[in-house]
């Protein structure tokens, strides 16, 4: 899955992928230089990619909180192990994401990574890679049912996939106060 940074700005219209370091910078510097305060203490919630994380660390900080998608966290790792494996690790990993205590979620997602080392140790990588920004909602004590939907992208990309459903049916706009219903 390739994710998208897109900001639609008549001034400065910036479109990229998302590993690509030079394309998140603009898109932040864009969002900085329009008002965005990089001082102001903020939860990203970002799909994986290392140049967007990078970038939001370089333009606000270590400070800035960042929550890995655990959803698509978990694609990744399923990707490497065999099928009969997937039920057992996704037990796991949900365990320790509905736990309230970020050190007892890490200890249970690195004993997964150490049991399945033995036999996949790129599994045990993957996993292993980017352990604290998989809890980061977990760390930050935000109650569980906020915990579920910053937990991911799916917050974003519901709300992005709804409106372009939407705008594709329309064939006609009337004028930009309808494009903005």
Known sequence: MRCTAELLDKRSPIQGATENAATVQALLDNLVSRGLDPTVPRLFIADGAKA??????????PAAAIQRCQIHKARNIMERLPTEHHAATRRVLRQAWELDDADKAEN????????????WPGVAASILEG?????????????KELRRSLACTNIAENMMGTIRRVTRNVKRWRDAGMALR
């Open 52 to 61: 967007l994380s990078k970038a939001i660390r370089r333009t606000f900080g």
């Open 108 to 119: 249970l997602i690195r004993n997964l990574a150490r049991r399945l080392d033995q036999q």
């Open 131 to 143: 352990l604290d920004e998989i809890l980061t909602v977990v760390r930050l004590t935000l109650p």
